[in-house]
Every structure is written in C-alpha cells, then in structure tokens.
C-alpha cells in the first residue's frame, strides 16, 4: 500500500456501520443496564434464584479454598506482596490482607485454578469465579452486609447473561476468546458498583470502563492463563467502579456502540443489544440458565463424557487392557476448549478429553489428584490415550456448540464387545448437577485442604444464611485460614 494511503475512503465507512451506528446510538443498552443495577432489589428475584446464587457462592468459595493451595497462588502470593496494598481485603486461605482489587486478583484464579467451579449454559462461562471474589472484597472493605454481597452477584450475573445471550455464536466456538474472562469482566464491574453505590451515570460508565479491559484467549488453557483470566476480570470490575467513583470518566455505551463490546467481541456480526435490553427484569437467567455444579475437577466439556463412562463403569468392569479403542461423540467441534490431545502436564491434562476419560478407566474416579504431571504421564495413562478419538455429532458438525445437550463414549473392546452410553446435560432449575446438600459436601471437601475442620463448618453455616448475615468481614476473616 503506497505510503499514506487510507484502508478505507471516508464514503466507504459509513457504508459498513451506518445500520449500526443507528441501531446503537438509539437503544442505549449500557444505560439500560445501569438503571437494572441501581434499582433492582434481593426482593426481585424469586426465592429459587437466591438458594441457587447462595449454592453458588458456596461453591466456589470451596473451590477457592483448596485453589489456594495450587502453585498459581504462591507465585500470586508472592507478586501481591512485592506490590504491597492497604491491607483491607481477605486473601482466601493465604491468612493474609491486601487491597481489594489485589484480592480479587488472586481469589478469582484460585477459584479457577482447578478448573472445578461452576459453569452456566446460556454463556458458557463459570461466572461465580468472576463475581464472588469480586464481590467479596469489596464488601469486606465496606462492611456491606451478606445479603448485599448475594445482591451484587445476582445482578452480575444477570447483566454477564443477558449481554452473552445477545452476542453472536462466533464469541463462544470460533473467535478464540474465553468467554469467561470478557463477559466476566462486565458481570464484575456491575456488581462493583452495586456495592459501591455508584448513580445510574456512574455505574453506566463502570460497566464501560470494565468492558475495555475485557480480556481472555483460549489458547491459553492448560496453563496458569486460565484461572488468571478469572481473577483479572475479578479486578477489572472493581477497579473500574472504585476509578469511576473518584471521577474518572468513561463512555456510557460501550457495551452497543459500532466500536464496542458486542460487535467487537461477536466479528462484527450477528449480535443483538435490543435482545440483551429486553432480558434485564423480564427474564430470570439464575433459573433459566441455571448453575451448573461441577462434580470433576476439570474442563467442563468433558464433564458428559465423563458421566458416561461412569455409567459403563458401574455396570461392568472395564480394564485398560482390554480397551481396543474408544470413540466419544460430543457436542461441538473438536478441538474446542479441550485442546490438548496428548497432554504432557497436569494442567493440560484437565483439557485433554483422552487424559480425563483414560484417567477414569484406570482409576475409577476423578479427583483432585488426577491432574498432577506424573499421574498424567504414568506408562498405562499415555499408552491409553491414543486409543481415544473425540468427534462431532453427525449433522451437527459446524454448528454451535451445546447445540445438543448429550455425549455418548463407546468403548470398543478386544473381544469385540462394544459398551456404549449416552449423558445429558441437567437443564432445569437454578442449581443443576447437585442438591444443595451435595454443594455443601462438595465445600467441606474442599475446605478442608486450608481450613480447620471447625472453620470449615462455621464458614458454611455462615454462607447458608448469608441473607440474614450482617457484614461479611467475620466470613472473609475465617476464609482466610
């Protein structure tokens, strides 16, 4: 291109985002969403959706506790405090204080880092990881109350949902973005601000601001990148309310406007702000979408298949040995979020749908300590590997994913036997995957790598109650361990 030269002339452009600019500049989607955080109520929400948020916040709050004693927080650990920071804000099973945001930095990767927090369908994303140890924090450094905090998550939540649902398919399949660590920095800012009680001006440009430093490529999964997408959306959010509290200024339309979030993160195509403005209050996502509790430890695109050969398992004893091969029929294209075919390391190994299944055929579970680098290249796991091939569902393939709620594993032995099972996904309710009393086992499992049996417990009587409780800091300070 001969130096000088514009991509485009001037009568090109608006050519390519005239019907966009009109359609946005109308609409004011970020505002809309602004007045749902301002003025929506706990009492807005049915009791279905608070058992389901308090579910959730329990959860993930185990999964932070037993990510705390992951090697990702230790080298968090260590930058936090060469950072220094008023120290205000818990650090989950570290015993130590720092800033907020510094806080929701570590305590939104650890509660990821084993990849065994919840997820929802509508958006694809685990969303209690980038709202919790937002919320949390700043609750903490406010004195809020719990049913403030389980306020500011439900409405985090809500906005996260309702600008996923509108956004093109390409953002969750195609594009290489982490659904989790964009939208989540969104969710973050509007409970952020919630909680810091910012006017409807000021929580429109939170949300804005938050949406800029929205961030996360999935070809960063089997690493420490993951969980730390979570943590910086974490931060994100809460730096956004607290810059946008003390007067910074931002736009109020990033969320709609021709350059922003929803087109950019959907290739410019196929997105819906009027679908996303018309969701907030006459639709509940916490029931509709639902939470979806993790029972492994690992990419929840494996979760089905897994449930699967589970199944095969209980009703007939399947050894490695005999395994001539195995063929899992799932529901998107493959390679997706489970990239690593071959894995060499723990962490890859938690995206490996042939690690995971192999794991399950030799050791009859999946647990915490399946994904450490010598269980993942122990001789029989690597010889069973290459014997396990994942593939789209015939006719679906090009398709969304999640565009059919099942898996099916077929085994294929050496004698000739082929064991097959198919697995659905659970896709009623606001707590899906679990009961509420399993979501409290699960907790107490996970508590237990950091807290006192004692703690453990009063923590969890705590979080069952979290709308009767008054400030979160007597909860932060027993999570700290």
Same mark, same amino acid.
């Given at each position: 291109?001969?130096?000088?030269?514009?991509?485009?002339?001037?009568?090109?452009?608006?050519?390519?985002?005239?019907?966009?600019?009109?359609?946005?500049?109308?609409?004011?989607?970020?505002?809309?969403?602004?007045?749902?955080?301002?003025?929506?109520?706990?009492?807005?929400?049915?009791?279905?959706?608070?058992?389901?948020?308090?579910?959730?916040?329990?959860?993930?709050?185990?999964?932070?506790?037993?990510?705390?004693?992951?090697?990702?927080?230790?080298?968090?650990?260590?930058?936090?405090?060469?950072?220094?920071?008023?120290?205000?804000?818990?650090?989950?099973?570290?015993?130590?204080?720092?800033?907020?945001?510094?806080?929701?930095?570590?305590?939104?990767?650890?509660?990821?880092?084993?990849?065994?927090?919840?997820?929802?369908?509508?958006?694809?994303?685990?969303?209690?990881?980038?709202?919790?140890?937002?919320?949390?924090?700043?609750?903490?450094?406010?004195?809020?109350?719990?049913?403030?905090?389980?306020?500011?998550?439900?409405?985090?939540?809500?906005?996260?949902?309702?600008?996923?649902?509108?956004?093109?398919?390409?953002?969750?399949?195609?594009?290489?973005?982490?659904?989790?660590?964009?939208?989540?920095?969104?969710?973050?800012?509007?409970?952020?601000?919630?909680?810091?009680?910012?006017?409807?001006?000021?929580?429109?440009?939170?949300?804005?601001?938050?949406?800029?430093?929205?961030?996360?490529?999935?070809?960063?999964?089997?690493?420490?990148?993951?969980?730390?997408?979570?943590?910086?959306?974490?931060?994100?959010?809460?730096?956004?309310?607290?810059?946008?509290?003390?007067?910074?200024?931002?736009?109020?339309?990033?969320?709609?406007?021709?350059?922003?979030?929803?087109?950019?993160?959907?290739?410019?195509?196929?997105?819906?702000?009027?679908?996303?403005?018309?969701?907030?209050?006459?639709?509940?996502?916490?029931?509709?979408?639902?939470?979806?509790? #993790?029972?492994?430890? /690992?990419?929840?695109? $494996?979760?089905?298949?897994?449930? @699967?050969? %589970?199944? *095969? &398992?209980?009703?007939?004893?399947?050894?490695?040995?005999?395994?001539?091969?195995?063929?899992?029929?799932?529901?998107?294209?493959?390679?997706?979020?489970?990239?690593?075919?071959?894995?060499?390391?723990?962490?890859?190994?938690?995206?490996?749908?042939?690690?995971?299944?192999?794991?399950?055929?030799?050791?009859?579970?999946?647990?915490?300590?399946?994904?450490?680098?010598?269980?993942?290249?122990?001789?029989?796991?690597?010889?069973?590997?290459?014997?396990?091939?994942?593939?789209?569902?015939?006719?679906?393939?090009?398709?969304?994913?999640?565009?059919?709620?099942?898996?099916?594993?077929?085994?294929?032995?050496?004698?000739?036997?082929?064991?097959?099972?198919?697995?659905?996904?659970?896709?009623?309710?606001?707590?899906?995957?679990?009961?509420?009393?399993?979501?409290?086992? #699960?907790?107490?499992? /996970?508590?237990?790598? $950091?807290?006192?049996?004692?703690? @453990?417990? %009063?923590? *969890? &009587?705590?979080?069952?109650?979290?709308?009767?409780?008054?400030?979160?800091?007597?909860?932060?300070?027993?999570?700290?361990?």
């Amino acid at each position: 291109m001969p130096a000088g030269q514009a991509w485009f002339t001037e009568a090109q452009i608006p050519a390519e985002i005239e019907a966009v600019t009109d359609r946005s500049e109308t609409l004011e989607l970020t505002k809309k969403i602004a007045e749902y955080v301002v003025n929506t109520s706990l009492e807005d929400f049915p009791p279905e959706a608070i058992i389901g948020a308090k579910a959730a916040i329990i959860d993930c709050l185990g999964c932070t506790l037993a990510g705390s004693k992951e090697p990702l927080a230790n080298v968090l650990v260590d930058y936090i405090n060469d950072l220094g920071g008023k120290p205000v804000a818990t650090v989950i099973g570290r015993g130590f204080k720092t800033s907020a945001q510094e806080a929701a930095l570590i305590n939104g990767a650890m509660s990821h880092a084993l990849d065994y927090d919840d997820i929802t369908v509508v958006t694809k994303t685990h969303p209690s990881a980038v709202l919790i140890p937002a919320a949390l924090p700043v609750a903490e450094e406010i004195g809020a109350s719990g049913s403030d905090m389980l306020l500011a998550y439900l409405l985090g939540f809500e906005v996260a949902c309702a600008v996923g649902d509108a956004i093109s398919p390409l953002y969750f399949d195609d594009l290489g973005w982490h659904p989790t660590g964009p939208l989540g920095a969104v969710g973050a800012a509007a409970a952020s601000a919630r909680l810091l009680g910012l006017d409807v001006e000021q929580t429109a440009m939170a949300i804005s601001l938050g949406a800029s430093q929205s961030s996360g490529l999935r070809q960063n999964f089997g690493t420490m990148t993951k969980p730390f997408h979570a943590g910086h959306a974490c931060k994100s959010g809460i730096t956004a309310a607290k810059l946008i509290r003390g007067g910074f200024t931002s736009g109020t339309d990033a969320l709609e406007g021709r350059f922003g979030f929803m087109r950019a993160f959907s290739g410019g195509n196929d997105y819906e702000p009027e679908k996303a403005a018309d969701s907030l209050g006459n639709r509940c996502f916490m029931i509709e979408s639902g939470i979806e509790i #993790k029972k492994y430890p /690992c990419c929840g695109s $494996a979760h089905l298949a897994l449930d @699967a050969t %589970t199944a *095969l &398992q209980q009703r007939e004893t399947i050894q490695a040995a005999n395994v001539e091969r195995i063929d899992v029929t799932v529901n998107f294209d493959p390679p997706r979020s489970l990239i690593h075919s071959r894995p060499k390391e723990g962490l890859e190994g938690k995206f490996s749908m042939q690690y995971c299944l192999a794991a399950e055929i030799l050791d009859g579970k999946i647990s915490m300590s399946t994904f450490t680098d010598e269980q993942v290249m122990r001789p029989e796991a690597q010889e069973l590997i290459p014997k396990i091939e994942m593939k789209r569902t015939p006719g679906y393939e090009g398709q969304t994913s999640w565009a059919e709620p099942f898996n099916v594993v077929e085994i294929h032995l050496k004698d000739g036997r082929v064991l097959t099972e198919q697995a659905e996904r659970d896709s009623v309710g606001a707590l899906r995957g679990a009961t509420f009393d399993a979501v409290r086992t #699960k907790y107490l499992d /996970c508590a237990s790598l $950091a807290l006192s049996p004692d703690n @453990a417990q %009063t923590t *969890l &009587q705590m979080m069952d109650n979290l709308e009767h409780m008054g400030p979160v800091g007597p909860l932060a300070d027993l999570l700290g361990g």
